[in-house]
């Protein structure tokens, strides 16, 4: 079962504290939390793909990496 609150609450303090500290670009943290929150329960809710593309794995990290590194301010 997925649980909504927790996956907002962890994404909402994990951006709260990287916006604090400088480390994100300067976007609108209502919007940049969103947008995560969205990412991050739509790869909850199609975790069942993932394990049917267990071969592409390293592909996905690489993406996911990607994304998150184009938020870093530095």
């Known amino acids: 079962?997925?649980?909504?609150?927790?996956?907002?609450?962890?994404v909402n303090a994990i951006v709260s504290?990287?916006?604090?500290?400088?480390?994100?670009?300067?976007?609108?943290?209502?919007?940049?939390?969103?947008?995560l929150n969205g990412w991050f329960m739509h790869i909850a809710i199609h975790?069942?793909?993932?394990?049917?593309l267990a071969d592409k794995k390293g592909q996905f990290i690489a993406i996911y990496r990607g994304f998150l590194l184009s938020l870093k301010d530095k």
């Not at 079962?1 to 962890?10: A, F, R, W």
């Open 17 to 35: 504290k990287l916006i604090q500290e400088n480390q994100l670009k300067a976007y609108d943290d209502d919007v940049l939390k969103n947008l």
């Open 47 to 52: 975790a069942k793909n993932l394990k049917e």
């Open 1 to 10: 079962k997925i649980s909504l609150e927790y996956i907002t609450g962890k």
